[in-house]
């Protein structure tokens, strides 16, 4: 049975930091792309980004990348792809999730929400 677990949310004043993580199981964790999404109260759920297993393939949704605040690692070790959230801003806030995918056409599975599994999800706060 496949799992995927994200973990360390919380909450947080606005400028600090947070480092979520994705643990996997039960599949081969070098197969898949793993992907971050959040939904912010009363929006509807955004692409963060994604990470393959291939050098130089993470990918960051366009407003994130700009900023450089978010950086997508992977361990394969492992099996956990960390999401690191610095410089945190109370818009940020949201319920986080990790979904897995095959590596094959990943931006267009990871923009279309099409993962194969799915996180239960991690909530952030950001607030003073």
């Known amino acids: 049975q496949v799992q995927l677990v994200e973990s360390g949310g919380g909450l947080v004043q606005p400028g600090e930091s947070l480092r979520l993580s994705c643990t996997a199981s039960?599949?081969?964790?070098?197969?898949?792309?793993i992907a971050w999404y959040r939904r912010a109260p009363g929006k509807e759920r955004e692409g963060v980004g994604c990470v393959g297993n291939a050098p130089h393939s993470t990918y960051y949704a366009r407003s994130l990348e700009l900023e450089g605040r978010f950086t997508i690692s992977r361990d394969n070790a492992k099996n956990t792809v960390y999401l690191q959230m610095n410089s945190l801003k109370p818009e940020d806030t949201g319920v986080y999730y990790c979904?897995?995918?095959?590596?094959?056409?990943?931006?267009?599975?990871?923009?279309?929400?099409?993962?194969?599994?799915w996180g239960k999800g991690t909530r952030v706060n950001v607030s003073s």
């Open positions: 979904g897995a995918v095959e590596h094959l056409g990943l931006l267009a599975k990871y923009y279309d929400f099409n993962m194969s599994y």
């Open positions: 039960g599949l081969s964790f070098g197969d898949y792309a």
